[in-house]
C-alpha cells in the first residue's frame, strides 16, 4: 500500500528555522508554492509507485506528511520537509529523493552518507526520467550539489 502524503505549511516549524517568520510569510509562502502543489498533485503517485519498484522495497508508511519551509539549510526524510525554491521542478526532484530516503527505512548498511547517495543516485535519476516531465536540469543540478555536500560531510 502507498502512502498518502500532504503538503504542510506549519508556523511554528517555519520559526524554528527563521524566529523572524510571521502569518504574512505563512500566506506568502502557499501562494509561491502553488506551481509546486500542483505538480505534486499530478506526480506523487507515480513517484512512489516508481520508487517501490526500483528500490523492490515496500512502503512502511501509510501517511508522509511533507513540510514545506522558507528557510532551511538542506532538506531532511523525517519530518519530511522541503525547502522553498523559486523552481517547482527543483522542488519535485527534492520530494522525490527524501521520498526516497524515507522508502530507505530499516536499510542502513551504509557506512556514510557518501555510500548512501551513490547507491540512490541511479535510483533517483531513473525515477525523474521516467516521470513523463523534463527534469534533466534540475537532477543535474541536484546530483551535483548532493555529492559536494556529501563529500563535504566525511
Same mark, same amino acid.
Given at each position: 500500500?502507498?502512502?498518502?502524503?500532504?503538503?504542510?505549511?506549519?508556523?511554528?516549524?517555519?520559526?524554528?528555522?527563521?524566529?523572524?517568520?510571521?502569518?504574512?510569510?505563512?500566506?506568502?509562502?502557499?501562494?509561491?508554492?502553488?506551481?509546486?502543489?500542483?505538480?505534486?498533485?499530478?506526480?506523487?503517485?507515480? %513517484?512512489?509507485?516508481?520508487?517501490?519498484?526500483?528500490?523492490?522495497?515496500?512502503?512502511?508508511?501509510?501517511?508522509?506528511?511533507?513540510?514545506?519551509?522558507?528557510?532551511?539549510?538542506?532538506?531532511?526524510?523525517?519530518?519530511?520537509?522541503?525547502?522553498?525554491?523559486?523552481?517547482?521542478?527543483?522542488?519535485?526532484?527534492?520530494?522525490?529523493?527524501?521520498?526516497?530516503?524515507?522508502?530507505?527505512?530499516?536499510?542502513?548498511d551504509f557506512k556514510d552518507?557518501?555510500?548512501?547517495?551513490?547507491?540512490?543516485?541511479?535510483?533517483?535519476?531513473?525515477?525523474?526520467?521516467?516521470?513523463?516531465?523534463?527534469?534533466?536540469?534540475?537532477?543535474? %543540478?541536484?546530483?551535483?550539489?548532493t555529492m559536494a555536500l556529501?563529500?563535504?560531510?566525511?
Open positions: 500500500m502507498k502512502p498518502k502524503t500532504e503538503i504542510r505549511y506549519s508556523m511554528i516549524y517555519n520559526k524554528m528555522f527563521n524566529k523572524e517568520f510571521s502569518r504574512k510569510d505563512i500566506w506568502k509562502l502557499k501562494e509561491n508554492c502553488k506551481d509546486f502543489e500542483e505538480l505534486h498533485k499530478k506526480y506523487i503517485h507515480k %513517484i512512489l509507485n516508481m520508487i517501490e519498484k526500483c528500490h523492490r522495497k515496500k512502503w512502511n508508511y501509510q501517511f508522509i506528511p511533507i513540510y514545506i519551509v522558507d528557510r532551511v539549510p538542506n532538506c531532511f526524510s523525517d519530518p519530511l520537509t522541503i525547502k522553498y525554491f523559486k523552481n517547482p521542478k527543483m522542488m519535485l526532484v527534492l520530494l522525490a529523493h527524501e521520498l526516497l530516503h524515507n522508502n530507505f527505512v530499516g536499510k542502513w552518507s557518501e555510500e548512501l547517495h551513490k547507491y540512490m543516485e541511479p535510483i533517483l535519476n531513473k525515477v525523474i526520467r521516467d516521470l513523463g516531465i523534463n527534469l534533466k536540469e534540475e537532477l543535474k %543540478i541536484f546530483n551535483e550539489k556529501t563529500k563535504k560531510a566525511k
